[in-house]
């Protein structure tokens, strides 16, 4: 039975050890490549993982963005987690968080071998696909940082600011 398919999907992940695929079967002829870049978005230094409330079904943790959220722990991907707590609520947290997790350390963020892989990426013949964490997009971190309700009042703030 035919499936009607004449390619793949494959991402581009490079050498084993360098969080590449490595050996197995090798993929079909036609294929279509990509690669995806997800490391920019993040604070950085990353906020260490703190369980603060787990039960047998649901975890209440910080995670590496400092958002106090919980997951199922049957499938934590499977749906939306609960947000509890964001880390920033108010114009010092901000700063705060600003000073301590805006870190452009490209080396930490992309690799020790940044500046070859930005190279990589100028002269590839394939997609890449730029994503912030499993919410994906560029609104995904603001949100992350100050929820909804504070990616509206930044809004605000940022087009009254810019008016003056």
Same mark, same amino acid.
């Given at each position: ?46 906020? $260490? ?15 590496? $963005? ?99």
């Amino acid at each position: 039975m035919s499936t009607g398919l004449d390619r793949v999907v494959a991402r581009d992940t490079g050498p084993l050890g360098q969080g590449g695929r490595g050996p197995g079967p090798p993929l079909p002829a036609a294929v279509d490549r990509w690669d995806l870049q997800g490391g920019w978005f993040f604070p950085h230094p990353p906020f $260490e993982r703190l369980v603060v409330e787990e039960d047998e079904r649901t975890v209440l943790y910080v995670n590496h $963005e400092g958002i106090l959220l919980r997951e199922r722990k049957d499938n934590p991907l499977s749906s939306m987690p609960q947000f509890v707590r964001f880390p920033v609520s108010s114009r010092e947290d901000f700063v705060r968080f600003r000073r301590e997790r805006f870190r452009p350390d490209l080396a930490a963020r992309i690799g020790a071998d940044y500046a070859r892989t930005l190279g990589a990426y100028r002269e590839r013949d394939f997609p890449l696909v730029v994503i912030s964490d499993r919410w994906g997009g560029f609104f995904g971190g603001l949100r992350g940082m100050v929820a909804w309700r504070g990616c509206a009042r930044s809004s605000t703030t940022i087009r009254s600011s810019s008016s003056r």
